[in-house]
C-alpha cells in the first residue's frame, strides 16, 4: 500500500522560505512515476504547484515557477518543496502525492496534508 | 491559466442521480483526454474517483461515471448515497506540462 506522509514547519513568517517533504511508504520513488505537490487555501480550491521524477527532471505551474523548487532525495524515498517569499496568500493546506500517466495528472495516491500559516 | 469552471453546488436525494459540470477550453478540456475527478470528504485529503475521462480507479464504485462532450467534461453520479456527500474537484492537462484545477462542488445529498 503506498502511503505519502508531509512534514514541515506548521508556522513561518511573511518573506521566509519553507521546506516541506513527504515521505513515501509502500513504493520506492526510484521505480518510476512523477511525484507531486498540491495546495488547498483555507475554504477553496486545489492548486497544483508541481511535480518533480527520481531523476530531477521538474514540472511547476507558471504562476508559482519563480518561487517554487522540487527536489528528491532517492537515499530517503523522500521529496520536498521549497516556496520562497512567502506571504499570507501563500497559506494553505499542502499535499503531495504520486502522479500516474503523464508528469502532472492523474493523482492516484495523497498524503493526508499539512497546513502552513504565514504569519508575522 | 484559468481555472476550471464548476458549478459551486449541486444537490439530490438518495437514489437520485446527479450531474456536475466542468466547463474548460480548447487549450485543455476540449484538446486532451486527461480530465480527472476528485472526491474531498472534510478535513480530508482528495480522493481520485475518475480519471482519463471515463476510468474509473479500482474500488471506486460503478456509481461514478465520467464523459465528455466539446470543452465541457461531467460527473455523473447515480443512485445516491448519504456518503456521497462530499467536494468534488475536476482537472485537466493544459498542455506544456501544466494542471488546471475547477473550483469545485459542493453535492449535498437531501
Known amino acids: 500500500q503506498v502511503q505519502l506522509q508531509e512534514s514541515g514547519p506548521g508556522l513561518v513568517k511573511p518573506s521566509e522560505t519553507p521546506s516541506l517533504t513527504c515521505t513515501v511508504s509502500?513504493?520506492?520513488?526510484?521505480?518510476?512515476?512523477?511525484w507531486g505537490w498540491i495546495r488547498q487555501p483555507p475554504g477553496k480550491g486545489l492548486e497544483w504547484i508541481g511535480s518533480?521524477?527520481?531523476?530531477?527532471?521538474?514540472y511547476y505551474n507558471p504562476s508559482l515557477k519563480s518561487r517554487v523548487t522540487i527536489s528528491v532525495d532517492r537515499s530517503k524515498n523522500q521529496f520536498s518543496l521549497k516556496l520562497s517569499s512567502v506571504t499570507a496568500a501563500d497559506t494553505a493546506v499542502y499535499y503531495c502525492?504520486?502522479?500516474?500517466?503523464?508528469?502532472?495528472?492523474?493523482?492516484?495516491?495523497w498524503g493526508q496534508g499539512i497546513l502552513v500559516t504565514v504569519s508575522p | 491559466q484559468s481555472a476550471l469552471t464548476q458549478p459551486p453546488s449541486a444537490s439530490g436525494s438518495p437514489g437520485q442521480s446527479v450531474t456536475i459540470s466542468c466547463t474548460g477550453t480548447?487549450?485543455?478540456?476540449?484538446?486532451?483526454?486527461?480530465v480527472s475527478w476528485y472526491q474531498q470528504h472534510p478535513g480530508k485529503a482528495p480522493k481520485l474517483i475518475i480519471f482519463?475521462?471515463?476510468k474509473r480507479p479500482s474500488g471506486v464504485p460503478d456509481r461514478f461515471s465520467g464523459s465528455k462532450s466539446g470543452n465541457t467534461a461531467s460527473l455523473t453520479v447515480s443512485g445516491l448515497q448519504a456518503e456521497d456527500e462530499a467536494d468534488y474537484y475536476c482537472s485537466s492537462y493544459a498542455g506544456s506540462d501544466n494542471v488546471v484545477f475547477g473550483g469545485g462542488t459542493k453535492l449535498t445529498v437531501l
Open positions: 502525492a504520486r502522479v500516474v500517466a503523464t508528469a502532472v495528472t492523474p493523482l492516484d495516491y
Open positions: 509502500g513504493y520506492s520513488i526510484s521505480s518510476g512515476y512523477y
Open positions: 482519463e475521462v471515463s
Open positions: 518533480i521524477y527520481h531523476t530531477g527532471s521538474t
Open positions: 480548447s487549450s485543455d478540456v476540449g484538446t486532451y483526454n486527461y
